[in-house]
């Protein structure tokens, strides 16, 4: 059996278990369930920062986890796919009325907190800056108003708590989103591995979803060009004839969400009837 491990609270963890449902696992949840058995897979509940280190050593086939908690462990594992939640960025930031308005501002010897000293320490030796890391478990923001450090990194998404915290932000280390990683022995097993590509084609076909609706219309054939560039599908559209009808023929295309009540007036003003609009549960590319 493939065994996955969930973060089992914070920010990954709803969505996490949103995703495996969708690909049709049953995951019912108790409040303190910490591990549980679908037919065919064993999910196990842990925390996100420890699961590079669990599929590494193989306690768990597949994880899903940040990017950034990945790369900060710096745990050998496979990354498998990117998943369409858990962006965030790790940022460096200094209080508001700092001096220092940009990264070639930071002194050397600049005391920086952070919860990531490898990615930190990593990004300013590459750049060639001497820094001294105050490692911190967790709320770096308030660690320059109370004298322990000149700035910071850490993850943000928005950037509202910086702001809340009185702190600019001044520079990127990296981006994350959340990953879906493998046990690299694991892929070298036939079987474990043809079970792992198929979770993860599973996976791969709801994100590619995701935003998605089928569209359908009943086009005038002398406006086929007009739609065809007005809705160009994954690639192109489906057209098809309609028996007994000479001068219209059936439109079938993948649509972006945000873009649909768009297309539906174009398609409208170019003579389309019958215009249906239809979700996409999965889609293998
Ligand atoms: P947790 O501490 O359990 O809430 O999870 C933190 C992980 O969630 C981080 O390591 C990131 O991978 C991810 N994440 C996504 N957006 C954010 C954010 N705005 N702030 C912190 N963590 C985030």
């Known amino acids: 059996m493939i065994k996955i491990a969930v973060p089992n609270k914070g920010r990954l963890s709803e ?10 696992l049953k995951i019912a949840l108790e409040e303190r369930s910490l591990f ?6 064993s999910i196990i509940f842990v925390r996100a920062q420890d699961i590079p280190g669990f599929v590494e050593e193989g306690v768990a086939d597949i994880g899903i ?15 498998l796919l990117e998943l369409n939640f858990g962006y965030c960025r790790l940022a460096i930031a200094v209080p508001e009325k ?9 002194p ?14 990593e990004y300013f030796r590459k750049i060639g800056k001497k820094i001294d890391i105050v490692e911190v478990s967790g709320t770096a923001e308030i660690a320059p108003h109370l004298g322990v450090a000149e700035l ?41 591995k043809r079970k792992i590509n198929e979770l993860v084609a599973a996976l791969a076909s709801v994100i590619n979803a995701t935003g998605r609706r089928y569209l359908m219309a009943n ?12 809705i160009p599908g994954i690639s192109g559209p489906t057209v098809m004839s309609i ?13 972006n969400e945000e873009e649909i009540n768009g297309v539906i007036a174009v398609l409208k003003k170019l003579g389309a009837t019958g215009i249906l609009i239809v979700p996409i549960e999965r889609a293998v590319l």
């Open 152 to 192: 910071i990194t850490d993850l943000v998404e928005t950037g509202a708590t910086l702001k809340t915290n009185y702190l600019r932000e001044i520079g990127t280390i990296t981006e994350s989103k959340a990953v879906a990683i493998a046990n690299e022995k694991a892929l070298e097993l036939e079987e474990k």
């Open 98 to 106: 700092s001096k220092i308005l940009a990264v070639e501002d930071i």
């Open 65 to 79: 986890t940040g990017l950034d908690l990945v790369l900060e462990t710096g745990k050998k594992v496979k990354k």
């Open 108 to 121: 050397n010897n600049a005391k920086v907190a952070t919860s990531f000293p490898n990615l930190t320490k």
């Open 219 to 230: 086009v005038p054939k002398e406006a086929l060009e007009d739609v065809k560039s007005l």
């Open 243 to 255: 028996i007994g009808s000479e001068k219209i023929v059936a439109v079938h295309a993948v649509v």
């Open 36 to 41: 549980l058995e679908t037919p065919k897979y």
């Open 15 to 24: 969505e996490s278990i949103r995703l495996l449902r969708s690909i049709g």
